[in-house]
């Protein structure tokens, strides 16, 4: 008799397997249709990916959830996904690397979430993608290598109403399959030139309301024109939206103006004769340009060999001209080891040297022409000490008369310093300089420092006070070779002249600035604040409830006390107890205001936290 009982004890075993094959994530719907496996789970109030989805699905829902964040394993091994939905989630992080199995996916949509910004990885691995959708988000900086792997085979790239204020341009020059490009609804403000030039699939491109004053001119936007050229046989016409945009109407617009379109949504925010009028009705001899002028700039300066030196050039222009620098031998200025080129014109000189005497020239460009100024530097030398075989330096300034005294011993003078120096601390742009004299050389009247690196090819020096045995080098270059030498000099009492000579030499790498920083294991860190944040969340919810609690009985303690008999009504209440009662229901009443704004409060918190 106890055959049924073990039968159906198989039969559910049986069951359970088939239920175990045929695992479907708890809230989710699964299909199986025609062979390919969908999982539907929306808005199912999910606070993560659910980490038993069948791995050979096809398509994947998660909209309308609460998931807060995308790790390595949400997607792991799902080789076959095409259609990924998360969009109107609360994801602000993706770890990197998380779709990198994905490389059958077709569609991503990521739309209303909260992500502030894609890193180089987020997105590797996605090379088959064909619709990226991330708009209403609050992006604000999409890293350069972040759309590198997708580039190639994207349709239609959708990134509006986020905070970018830039795009990494050169991965948007390579999506040659780009049908639609929406990027309104941003802070861009620039757009280099040739970048649409291969989308020859472009069909639509939104760039209203951005903050983009002018466009580059391209081939693409001869598409966009209402009597349609067709420059190739497969080129769709150009349907592109500008408004919104402050438009600075100047001669870099005319050829857009040239084209043959008509919609007026568009009008001009500067310059101030042109603003507010629709761009399509200035005329074509209103777009101008003015060229450049120096309006202000240094005429002469004299510096101590050695100190900063600080030259201005100010230009004014339509377009702002840039303001380049040349030097007395004739190179052009860049940022570098010494120097630095501010936006506002200014040259800044970190330590001059002798080769900086001479007339510096200072010129304003842009398309509407360029403007030149001089600048005439005079360098005050300190003496340089010579190393003992060399000849000394001479001086290219009248100014100084200091380095008359300076001499140099020829031959290897009476007791010479011990050799010794060594760099200390040595960083991306500073290094400690030590060294050693031996107490048997004779009495050091100053120490000089020589140095100098492939990147700049000038020697500079520095001079110490003889009671220093360290000097701090600074505005090095990062990842160069510096050759330094430190100089001694002291009274020859044999010859009653200064003499010179070598206390060593040394070299060294400066470090590269991209110091390769340990990274936290992300694993843990994101273990730690779903912790954290759920360990606030309870504590808020637990604060929430005894506030509540405590309010509850004092409103009904209050009650008690307020309700029992009826107290026989005093026919005319004295002021005084009239004024207690009002009290006392101001009390109740403001009792009531404090819990409300404690839900209020305690809403507002969940809100935030979730
Ligand atoms: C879906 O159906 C196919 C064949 O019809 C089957 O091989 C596969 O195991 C099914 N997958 C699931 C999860 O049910
Ligand atoms: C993915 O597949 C690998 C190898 O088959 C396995 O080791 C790993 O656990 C799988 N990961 C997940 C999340 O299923
Ligand atoms: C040079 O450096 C300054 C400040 O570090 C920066 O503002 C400027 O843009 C740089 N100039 C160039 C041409 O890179
Ligand atoms: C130019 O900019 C630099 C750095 O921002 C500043 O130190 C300097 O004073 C500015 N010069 C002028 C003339 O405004
Ligand atoms: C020392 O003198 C030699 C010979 O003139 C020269 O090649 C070398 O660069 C000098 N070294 C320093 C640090 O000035
Ligand atoms: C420093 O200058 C000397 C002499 O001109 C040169 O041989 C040496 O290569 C320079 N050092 C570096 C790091 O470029």
Sequence with gaps: QAKPLSLLCRLLVLGATLAMAHACPKYCTCQNLSESLGTLCPAKGLLFVPPDIDRSTVELRLGGNYILRITQQDFANMTDLVDLTLSRNTIGYIQPFSF???????????????????????????????????????????????????????????????????????????????????????????????????????????????????????????????????????????SLSLGGNPLHCNCEMLWLRRLDRDDDLETCASPPTLKGRYFWYVREDEFTCQPPLITQHTHRILVLEGQTASLRCEASGDPAPTVHWISPDDRLLGNSSRTTLYPNGTLG?????????????????????????????????????????????????????????????????????????????????????????????????????????????????????????????????????????????????????????????THFFTQDSFPTCRSLPSQLLGGTMILVVGGVIVATLVVFIVILMVLLFFHLNGRSTRH???????????????????MKKYKISHGADVASQCVCFGVMLRVVYV
């Design 564 to 582: 029992p008999p009826p107290p026989p009504p005093p026919p005319p209440p004295p002021p005084l107890e009239r004024n207690l009662e009002t």
């Design 100 to 238: 990198g199995d994905l490389e059958t996916l077709r569609s991503l949509h990521m739309d209303n979430n909260r992500l502030t910004e894609l890193g180089p990885d987020d997105l590797r691995g996605l090379v088959n993608l064909q619709h990226l959708i991330l708009n209403n988000n609050q992006l604000g900086r999409v890293h350069d290598k972040a759309l590198e792997d997708l580039a190639p085979a994207l349709e239609d790239l959708d990134l509006s109403f986020n905070n970018l204020p830039s795009l990494p341009w050169g991965s948007v020059r390579q999506m040659v399959n780009l049908h639609q490009l929406s990027l309104d609804h941003n802070l861009l403000d620039f757009i280099p030139e040739g970048t649409f030039t291969d989308l020859e699939r472009l069909a639509r491109l939104d760039l209203t309301s951005n903050r983009l004053r002018k466009l580059p001119p391209d081939t693409i936007f001869a598409r966009a024109q209402d009597s349609l050229v067709l420059t190739t046989p497969y080129a769709p016409q150009l």
């Design 349 to 505: 000189i970190g330590i001059t040297t002798s080769k900086d005497y001479g007339a510096f020239t200072c010129i304003a460009a842009s398309v509407a022409g360029e403007s030149t100024a001089s600048v005439e530097v005079s360098i005050i030398q300190l003496p340089h000490l010579s190393n003992g075989t060399g000849q000394p330096a001479q001086p290219k300034s009248r100014l100084s008369d200091i380095t008359g005294t300076s001499r140099v011993t020829k031959g290897a003078p009476k007791g010479p310093p011990e050799k010794v120096v060594s760099a200390a601390e040595v960083t991306a742009e500073s290094a400690l300089v030590q060294w050693t004299v031996s107490t048997t050389a004779p009495k050091v009247k100053m120490y000089q420092l020589q140095y100098n690196c492939s990147d700049d090819e000038v020697l500079i020096y520095r001079m110490i006070p003889s009671s220093s045995k360290a000097f701090l080098v600074t505005n090095l270059v990062s990842g160069t070779r510096y050759d330094l030498c430190v100089l001694a000099a002291w009274d020859d009492s044999a010859t009653t002249l200064t003499a010179t000579n070598v206390v060593g030499c």
